[in-house]
């Protein structure tokens, strides 16, 4: 072999192992890089759904008759702008249900009052009576302590005369006394006993009116608690009829109010700023409108949103309330514009009516995008933050845990019957 060819053979050896020294310093910067990445990338641990809505807080506001009225006058038309307190039609009521419902408004409270009077009285009459209980009970108590101290003495008196009619009647006999003295001892002991149990009958109707007194009170206060329910039962029924009557006087929706003006004439008035997007003498001629038909559409000027997303029933395990989730519209374009941010505020227990769990979003008042009810979008839940390599064990051990539970599932034999 020349000297040439041995030099071409060690020049390409050199070339050959400076490229595999290169490589390898790359691969182990490489390496390098993926491991510090591991450790140090922070990246979100997500729960996805496919699907969601956003929602109006105060959509358009359809306001009905709530009775039978005649229109007069109108004073606004398709897309007048309205604030709180105007004007917005003049009606009268073809029934004269509104007068009638009133006046029975009226009447209730009138007989809602004069119960609300008796069952003060009442509960007072049941105070004073309670009072004068307890006042008689410590007067026939005190009585009864005094008429036993007095029978307690009389007793010892008794004690004393007969003993002292025994002795004098051994000394009438021996002579020392007369039968006057003997007398005058037996009528004194004779009276002392009559004293004692004139006491005695005296203790007994103490004791009588004793108990015939609590009876008494008890049977009382028995008969004006009877009453005082009987009219607070009363007082429920009014205030059911109460309800019925207000519901009646109210317009199915709070933001019309009914005014009545000094002379009979009855008004719509407008309880929110917004603009007119229906009237329904622009749509058709009518001089009666029946209850519950439309009268006045309205859009209110401001609006705020709320969101509702469905997710996977596997997922909810790991959802809670205040978590921050991450809005992709579909009407703008993602990259472009960015998501929007709100936080979770209501988790469900059960499923709804299409067979699927919801979960609804709390959204911030001021936005960047142009929100309207109806939206649809998919977007993410934010679980929690955590490094790149723990995320990727995480998703390996869920991975194994959803095989392992797949496979652990008996498979149903051809020859088994389910009941």
């Avoid at 000297?3 to 020049?11: G, H, I, T, V």
């Avoid at 002795?167 to 007369?178: A, G």
Wanted: hydrophobic fraction near 35%.
């Amino acid at each position: 072999m020349s000297k040439y060819s041995l030099d071409n053979k060690r020049l390409y050896e050199t070339r050959e192992i400076n490229f595999i020294k290169i490589f390898f310093r790359i691969l182990l910067v490489f390496i390098g890089i993926v491991v510090v990445g591991l450790f140090v990338i922070p990246v979100n641990d997500v729960v996805t759904y496919n699907y969601g809505e956003i929602i109006s807080k105060n959509p358009e506001i359809n306001f009905k008759a709530p009775f039978e009225i005649i229109p007069r006058k109108t004073f606004v038309s398709k897309g007048d702008r309205v604030t709180k307190g105007d004007t917005l039609m003049e009606i009268d009521n073809a029934s004269g249900e509104f007068v009638t419902i009133f006046q029975q408004n009226k009447s209730i409270d009138i007989d809602k009052l004069n119960i609300e009077e008796k069952v003060a009285f009442f509960k007072k009459q049941i105070e004073l009576d309670s009072i004068q209980y307890i006042n008689n009970r410590k007067k026939i108590t005190n009585e009864l302590r005094s008429l036993g101290q007095q029978a307690y003495l009389l007793n010892e008196q008794i004690k004393i005369k007969r003993n002292k009619l025994s002795s004098d009647s051994i000394m009438y006999k021996k002579e020392v006394i007369s039968l006057i003295e003997l007398r005058q001892a037996n009528d004194d002991y004779l009276t002392s006993r009559s004293q004692y149990l004139q006491l005695g009958n005296l203790r007994s109707q103490l004791k009588g009116q004793f108990s015939s007194l609590e009876n008494e009170y008890l049977q009382s206060k028995n008969t004006l608690e009877i009453q005082i329910s009987d009219l607070i039962a009363s007082q429920n029924r009014l205030d059911q009829q109460k309800e019925n009557v207000n519901s009646k006087l109210e317009t199915r929706e709070k933001s019309i109010d009914i005014v009545q003006a000094a002379d009979n004439r009855q008004f719509l008035i407008s309880n929110l700023d917004g603009v007119i997007v229906n009237v329904f003498t622009q749509n058709q001629n009518l001089s009666f409108i029946n209850k519950g038909e439309s009268l006045i559409s309205i859009t209110p000027d401001s609006e705020s949103f709320y969101a509702r997303a469905r997710v996977k029933e596997q997922d909810l395990k790991y959802l809670k309330e205040g978590q921050t989730t991450h809005l992709k519209l579909d009407a703008y374009y993602y990259y472009q514009y960015g998501p929007i941010k709100g936080a979770l505020s209501f988790i469900p227990n059960r499923k709804e009516v299409d067979n699927n769990f919801y979960v609804l979003i709390d959204l911030p008042e001021t936005q960047k995008l142009n929100l309207r009810s109806g939206y649809s979008f998919k977007g993410d839940v934010i679980l929690e933050k955590m490094k790149l390599g723990k995320y990727i064990l995480k998703k390996v051990f869920e991975q194994y845990d959803t095989k392992m539970s797949v496979q652990e599932v008996p498979e149903k034999q051809t020859g088994d019957i389910s009941i």
